[in-house]
């Protein structure tokens, strides 16, 4: 019964979500605006408490067992107390403070003022390190070892010099070629791994749908 019963509520929720795209009946709409709304707001409650609780678990392990890099730890836990203390406590908007005094002068501390001021230039620096793993990813992947490789070569050169401004001066329609690559032969090959996917993920989904695939419910099969 308890593998049953997940399976049977994915199974009446999976053909339900389906169908209340097919039929447009009141009554289907309106319940599954319900499903979308309310109930998709309970999954993620449940699902912030485990993951949070899953976070705390695995940065105190690694402070119990002194893993490598565990002081990095403490900053983690410390920075999730203090972010959920001011979130809840302070306040989300500067305009509409909550219960704890988070304006001292000038300066005030909120949930957007943390984003603004900490992840936004933290999230910055990490993309900014990318473009070293990007550019040494696109020297393995652009070495001419065949027909593909080459293409690939020579369309990323194109791009990349119509781009800059030294290009135009090359021939003043290579912006305009540049373009016509990323417009054309790229939409397209986007367009075709996008449709693999999307067949991919309606595959996995009936698949678990039709209890197929269950390694969702963990413990085994």
Known sequence: MKRRLPLLIVLITGIFGAVAFFVPYPAIRAADEIMRND????????????????????????????????????ITIIALIITAIIGVFGGIDVTRPGILPTRFGSFSIHIQTLYSNMMVPLAATMFSLLAFFMASAAYRAFRARNLEATLLLLAAFIV?????PF???IHHQLPAFAEWILAVP?????????????????????KIILGIERGWLGGGK
Request: proline share 0%; glycine share 10%.
């Open 39 to 74: 109930v998709q707001r309970i999954i993620a409650a449940f699902s912030l408490v485990l993951g949070v609780g899953s976070i705390v678990q695995h940065h105190m392990l690694k402070i119990q067992r002194r893993a490598q890099y565990y002081s990095y730890s403490y």
């Open 160 to 164: 990349m010099l119509g781009a800059v």
């Open 167 to 169: 290009g135009r001066l």
């Open 186 to 206: 790229n939409t397209a090959s986007k367009r075709g791994i996008l449709f693999g996917v999307e067949l991919g993920i309606f595959a996995t989904s009936l």
